[in-house]
Nanobody, 115 residues
Framework: QVQLVESGGGLVQAGGSLRLSCAAS????????MGWYRQAPGKQREFVAA???????NYADSVKGRFTISRDNTKKTVYLQMNSLKPEDTAVYYC?????????WGQGTQVTVSS
């Protein structure tokens, strides 16, 4: 059973920073792409960032230059460093992983940015 567990969410003022972590556990042979999505109240879940096993990185236009995704393969963990946060970044952030050809989601962590 593969699990993704996020941590690091919280309340921060606009302009501040947060770092999210997502650790994969369970019987894992290989991890391909890991990434982050978010869902704000009343909105659909949207893509934020992804990092492939080949090092290829993709970001949503709304976070480019402010967010940085990275991963530690030895710890099976992906990180999302979020700087210059804006109130519109407020959402539940979900970790996503393509692991052993199956797609997995974390339970989500709340990020709230106050103005």
């Amino acid at each position: 059973q593969v699990q993704l567990v996020e941590s690091g969410g919280g309340l921060v003022q606009a302009g501040g920073s947060l770092r999210l972590s997502c650790a994969a556990s369970g019987s894992i042979f290989s991890i391909n792409t890991m990434g982050w999505y978010r869902q704000a109240p009343g909105k659909q879940r949207e893509f934020v960032a992804a990092l492939g096993s080949n090092g290829r990185v993709n970001y949503a236009d709304s976070v480019k230059g402010r967010f940085t995704i990275s991963r530690d393969n030895t710890k099976k963990t992906v990180y999302l460093q979020m700087n210059s946060l804006k109130p519109e970044d407020t959402a539940v952030y979900y970790c996503n992983g393509l692991i052993d050809l199956s797609n997995y989601w974390g339970q989500g962590t709340q990020v709230t940015v106050s103005s």
